[in-house]
């Protein structure tokens, strides 16, 4: 079953054939470059952005595939969660374009698909096993019961894990978006050299806070101001080593508990190196990280996911009244 992906929730643009939930024919992905000097994605550009660029990017994907709409069985669209406008134009173009060439439709959820492109790496995956998606709008630990059910055992009760890691790097003034970039500067400094603390919340012992920890950072550097190269590095590496050790440990937590058979870690953050080596040297089951470009915000994610999910046929009135779900951070169904 051949499966057109689109997505757009955020500001990449992108779309990919997916063939029976494993293999990738394309996978096209345009970033938006227009919100550097905001310091962060600005909605309105980002939706005319996705508008201008959808059907070039489709055409793409289905050239890059060598198959023409024909061949198409499916068109799967991220539906939910994401920014209202760039979510209406990926949604719409997707109806448009299975209503023309009478396909069904699958929406699907953005950060579920984040985690199946973790799972999707592992040929035979076994049951109970943990997830983890950390990306710029979410910070996830979830039970996987099974593809498709999940229970939520952590989220952030502030910022999420790749918000926290922009926001240091532009208190650091070291650009946008500042996750790669900060691992980077971290490479160069002492990871003991401050003592930071990720937060931990009262209520829930796998919940994340690391809000503080940016805090904690901000007045050690107005401290030192102004801060040597060194310092400057020093500072990235106390952050980084607070937030991802708080992370290991939470996800190591949740493997006993849950008996997992494996841990899947999906989401931009999954791309930090450092990241990946703490969790392999913690964790006592196998770890399943997808490779840098479907970490991002792709559509082969939500091609792929869409497989195993219902698809809506034109023909019925739920075609029609699909609307995408801006605010849907948590449930990982659509
Ligand atoms: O999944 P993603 O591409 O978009 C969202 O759905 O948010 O994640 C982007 C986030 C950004 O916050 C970015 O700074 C972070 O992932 N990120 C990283 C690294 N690479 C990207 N954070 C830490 N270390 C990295 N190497
Ligand atoms: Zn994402």
């Known amino acids: 079953m051949y499966i057109l992906g689109i997505e757009t929730t955020c500001d990449e643009t992108a779309a990919s054939v997916v063939l029976d939930g494993k293999t990738i024919l394309s996978n096209v992905i345009l970033s938006q470059t227009q919100h550097e000097h905001f310091g962060g994605v600005f909605p309105e550009i980002a939706a005319r952005a996705h508008a201008d660029a959808i059907i070039p990017v489709v055409d793409r994907a289905l050239k890059e595939a060598k198959l023409s709409c024909q061949d198409i069985d499916a068109i799967a669209v991220a539906a939910a969660p994401g920014l209202l406008g760039s979510l209406m134009v990926g949604v719409e173009s997707a109806k448009a374009l299975a209503y023309a060439w009478k396909k069904p439709l699958i929406p699907v959820h953005h950060i579920e698909a984040h985690l199946y492109a973790a799972i999707m790496q592992n040929k035979n995956p076994l049951f109970p096993a943990i997830g983890a998606v950390f990306s710029g709008g979410h910070s996830l630990l979830l039970a996987i019961e099974d593809i498709g059910s ?24 070291i650009g946008y978006p500042g996750g790669a970039k900060l691992e980077k500067l971290a490479t160069k400094g002492n990871p003991d050299a401050f003592p930071f603390k990720a937060g931990q919340s009262k209520l829930n012992p796998y919940h994340f806070s690391f809000s503080g920890l940016k805090t904690q950072l901000f ?86 996911l869409a497989y195993h999910k219902k698809p809506i046929h034109p023909e019925i009135e739920e075609f029609f009244s699909l609307e995408p779900r801006p605010t849907d951070r948590f449930c990982l169904s659509f």
């Open 150 to 173: 999940y229970t939520m055992i952590g989220t952030t009760i502030d910022d999420a894990l790749g918000e926290a890691f922009d926001k240091v790097a532009r208190l650091m003034d």
């Open 219 to 304: 007045y050690a550097k107005e401290r030192l101001a102004p801060l040597s190269e060194a310092q400057k590095a020093d500072l990235a590496a106390s952050f980084q080593k607070a937030a991802l050790f708080d992370v290991v440990k939470k996800s190591h937590k949740a493997c006993l508990e849950y008996g997992a058979n494996g841990f899947y870690l999906g989401g931009g953050v999954a791309q930090n190196k450092t990241l990946q080596h703490l969790l392999k040297e913690k964790l006592s089951t196998p770890l399943f990280v997808p490779p840098g470009e479907l970490c991002t915000d792709n559509a082969a994610m939500i091609a792929a």
